[in-house]
């Protein structure tokens, strides 16, 4: 098949959506699919280079709704030779230009939300929400309405979305997302990690890895962190992430006035290895977040068996609760303060049993193999059996993790 995913930008700091894309490319294009990206990212953009697939950079957009007058004409040119489209996330320019082109194309198309109609944006965001019910009511509702499938990567996502907005009438199918399976030693990518940061050598570390914002908690943690780790002198704190909003200076002086500031560590965004890395060295993640979609790091400290220690806002609470593969408390300061305690009162028999069942979460269902065989279930029921579409034509099991729903107001 020829899959076009249409995104607004493929930069690995505006998070998982970028990262899903290089993951399902990874899968996918071995088995013999084309796949494209069309973005409105600026053709010099430094992450552009290491992209593993084509993508075509016709930016930079305006900012908030990211207009860019090429992104219509190049879809009317070029997206007819696409079987399918995958449009990423809500709200932006790059939306409603697919919906109008492809239709005329007659190209079908599937749409990934991203977590971008859970409720609490309507309680976090009022007067944002107001200016998104409008555009809702004009645009939006309908970009759901005619898309072939409208994806969620997990099952508390899609309940979500419903309460949102309305009408509220689409395909709604749950295909799961995740990433890849490490292969490297996970104990010389430990000690590649501790070389790079020898003050952390012989610490017990607790790893957060994702944005710099106040949506994921980080002062929730900080201030858990500071009345946690009295209980272990070794116990660190790593916060691995970029800091777009300058926030981290504040955050900094927060835990030094807790007096913490020394155990904490700050390695700014960590990318390729260094990540892996850091997944490597910490006995456990943590991610307190207020509302998030799926937490693509959640999947890659599985992945390591790293058990995740995580607020019931991240949307995978329920599977890490049910494969007792992590800890999950409430999204404010007790409830991240019982995580680090429920965590450092476990046994190390106990620690070493939630490492193993971390790893077999991750192995049923967040391995991307898992995903690419869903969507393509998805994208490609509708096409004759071949060479590129043999997946799609029921030639490989189907994905425990897909359901399907149509709904209607």
């Keep these: 098949m020829r899959i076009l995913h249409v995104i607004t930008s493929v930069d690995p700091a505006g998070g998982g959506p970028s990262e899903g894309i290089r993951q399902l490319a990874g899968v996918l294009v071995p088995m013999g699919h084309t796949v494209d990206v069309v973005s409105v990212d600026p053709p010099d953009a430094a992450f552009l280079q290491d992209f593993p697939v084509p993508v075509h950079a016709l930016g930079p957009g305006t900012p908030g709704y990211r207009y860019s007058r090429r992104l219509i004409p190049w879809l009317r040119q070029n997206a007819g030779s696409a079987d399918v489209a995958i449009v990423h996330g809500l709200w932006q320019f790059k939306g409603f230009a697919a919906w109008r082109t492809l239709r005329e194309l007659n190209v079908p198309y599937v749409l990934f939300t991203h977590g971008m109609l859970d409720p609490w944006f309507r309680q976090a965001y009022p007067l944002k929400h107001l200016k998104k019910t409008i555009y809702w009511r004009l645009v939006q509702h309908r970009i759901l309405r005619d898309a072939k499938a409208v994806l969620f990567t997990c099952e508390e996502e899609r309940l979500l979305a419903r309460s949102t907005f309305r009408p509220f009438r689409c395909n709604e199918v749950v295909v799961g997302y995740g990433t890849s399976k490490r292969t490297a030693d996970p104990a010389e990518e430990r000690a590649r990690f501790l070389d790079a940061h020898p003050d952390l050598r012989d610490r017990r570390l607790i790893l957060f890895l994702g944005r710099i914002h106040p949506k994921k908690g980080c002062d929730l943690l900080i201030r858990a962190f500071a009345a946690a780790c009295a209980r272990d002198p070794r116990l ?105 305690e429920r965590w450092l009162a476990l046994s190390e028999a106990e620690r070493r049993e939630m490492r193993r069942r971390a790893s077999a979460c991750f192995d049923r269902r967040f391995d991307i193999r898992q995903t690419s065989r869903a969507l393509i279930g998805v994208i490609g029921a509708d096409r004759p059996s071949g060479p590129a579409s043999a997946l799609a034509s029921g030639n490989a099991p189907e994905s425990p993790c897909v359901r399907t729903r149509a709904v209607s107001p």
């Design 236 to 340: 660190h704190l790593v916060m691995a992430g970029p800091d777009a909003l300058g926030w981290k200076a504040e955050l900094d002086r927060l835990a030094g006035a807790l007096g913490v500031g020394g155990r904490i560590a700050w390695t700014g965004m960590l990318t390729g290895a260094a990540k892996w890395e850091a997944i490597a060295a910490a006995e456990a993640f943590v991610l307190p977040s207020h509302q998030e979609n799926f937490g693509i790091a959640v999947a890659e400290a599985l992945s390591y068996g790293v058990p995740a220690l995580i607020s019931n806002k991240v949307n995978v609470w329920r599977e890490i609760v049910e494969d007792s593969a992590g800890l999950v408390e409430a999204d404010d300061t007790d409830g991240t303060l019982r995580l680090l």
